[in-house]
């Protein structure tokens, strides 16, 4: 449990920090004490549209915005600042980098969310029926977006001999995440964790990749007809709700590794919000301490975790964690 400020004069970017796990990481790394820069692209007055509904739950346009996640970091105790960027755009990444290094001098924590994916994914269709433009499409957002990012944001890092690249993905391992183009982004973005691991090892910076459960995002809410306040009602929906986590959850498992001195030795390799959990000891906001993969497990049974995986998880096309 985090309660000293152990990032405090830390400095991180969260690429893709409007909404869902982005916001949480960016809101709980405010809270160890570190100045946060919170990137997207929907800013007040603008909101981005996600494109068509194509999901139960997603809409055209999503209400939430880079400035308020900046408030809400500077709410938990941190300094957030709000910068609209296009991160698969090469002339705004790299004039985000150069503003860091003008008014901080450094960049400690970077980590890589962006995704934008949900209006693009054709559930239940096998890659040989795929809208090919919509895949290509979402392999350019959230796969070439995060290595465009990292390539200006670790040079910030190899300067100053230090620093963790962290790559949002679903699921700790490499099974059918049930949508060729999904999976591929998913078990892409932990591979770009480990072969930046490997390039940087020797000049001290980390790479590592980190993966949310069942996550009760503002788009999951809205789902389930529910708020964060009565949020145990969508349970009466579908029962595995009950072991939902927040997007902070998985804020607090980024921090935690963050703040580890011997973060090192996890370089190259991807965790889990739960395992970590069980680590480092801390809870999610609300006090409680879900366990999705102990859920999955204990309900579903080991084998179906083997075969499956409890990493992609999914019904009707409403994917339970963005």
């Not at 949508?179 to 090892?201: C, G, H, P, Q, W």
Request: with cysteine; glycine share 12%.
């Amino acid at each position: 449990m985090i309660t000293a400020k152990p990032l405090s004069g830390k400095v991180a970017v969260v690429a893709g920090a409007t909404r869902g796990t982005g916001r949480g990481i960016a809101c709980m790394l405010g809270e160890a004490g570190a100045t946060v820069y919170c990137t997207g692209r929907s800013t007040r007055g603008s909101q981005r549209p996600q494109g068509e509904a194509e999901s139960p739950f997603e809409l055209a346009y999503r209400p939430e915005t880079i400035e308020e996640t900046a408030d809400l970091v500077t709410k938990h105790g941190g300094r957030g600042i709000a910068v609209r960027v296009d991160h698969t755009v090469e002339p705004q990444v790299q004039a985000l980098f150069e503003r860091v290094q003008v008014e901080q001098g450094r960049l400690d924590i970077l980590v890589n969310d962006v995704w934008g994916g949900d209006a693009l994914t054709e559930w239940g269709k096998p890659f040989w029926e795929l809208d090919l433009d919509k895949g290509f499409r979402m392999l350019g957002q959230a796969v070439n977006s995060h290595i465009l990012t990292s390539r200006y944001g670790a040079p910030l890092m190899i300067k100053q001999g230090s620093g963790l690249i962290v790559e949002i993905t679903d699921g700790d391992g490499y099974v059918y995440r049930g949508n060729f183009f999904y999976d591929l982004v998913k078990t892409t973005v932990i591979r770009i964790a480990f072969t930046m691991a490997e390039e940087l090892s020797e000049r001290q910076v980390m790479a590592l990749a980190v993966t949310p459960g069942f996550l009760r995002s503002e788009a999951m809410l809205e789902h389930f007809g529910v708020t964060e306040a009565n949020w145990r009602e969508g349970a009466k929906t579908d029962p595995d709700f009950i072991a939902s986590e927040t997007p902070y959850f998985a804020g607090r498992a980024v921090a935690a590794l963050a703040a580890d001195p011997q973060v090192a030795n996890k370089s190259g390799r991807v965790f889990s919000s739960w395992a970590l959990a069980r680590e480092y000891g801390f809870t999610d906001i609300d006090g409680a301490r879900p366990d999705w993969g102990k859920y999955f497990e204990k309900k579903y049974g080991p084998q179906r975790m083997a075969d499956e995986g409890f990493y992609a998880y999914w019904k009707g096309g409403v994917l339970m964690n963005d």
